[in-house]
């Protein structure tokens, strides 16, 4: 089991930026992807982006791509999400989920096995 802890939501203007980070426990981080979801009030859960082991690949969902960047430092177990010119329509709880067990598809919730508490962002118009 993976133990995921999110921490760096809070509230900000539009056209601002905040960067999130997903703190992770066990030995084997490097072996994960890892990636990051979020979920506004009365909506599914969305794909944001992913990250492989070794942080050579990156995939982003559409709605944000040019604007996150996905990044992970594997000697301190954390994944991060640098989130820029933030629009209101992107406040969601944000959550980081390992994908260990390879099930499912990688840009579906469904694909991952571990999940933290979440953070809240918030993006004032």
């Known amino acids: 089991q993976v133990q995921l802890v999110e921490s760096g939501g809070g509230l900000v203007q539009a056209g601002g930026s905040l960067k999130l980070s997903c703190a992770a426990s066990g030995r084997t981080f490097s072996s994960y992807t890892m990636g990051w979801f979020r979920q506004a009030p009365g909506k599914e859960r969305e794909f944001v982006a992913y990250?492989?082991?070794?942080?050579?690949?990156?995939q982003y969902g559409d709605s944000v791509k040019g604007r996150f960047t996905i990044s992970r430092d594997n000697a301190k177990n954390t994944v991060y999400l640098q989130m820029n010119s933030l629009k209101p329509k992107d406040t969601a709880v944000y959550y980081c989920?390992?994908?260990?067990?390879?099930?499912?598809?990688?840009?579906?919730?469904?694909?991952?096995?571990?999940w933290g508490q979440g953070t809240q962002v918030t993006v004032s118009s």
């Open positions: 989920a390992a994908r260990i067990n390879w099930r499912g598809t990688i840009y579906s919730s469904s694909g991952y096995d571990n």
């Open positions: 990250i492989t082991g070794s942080g050579i690949t990156t």
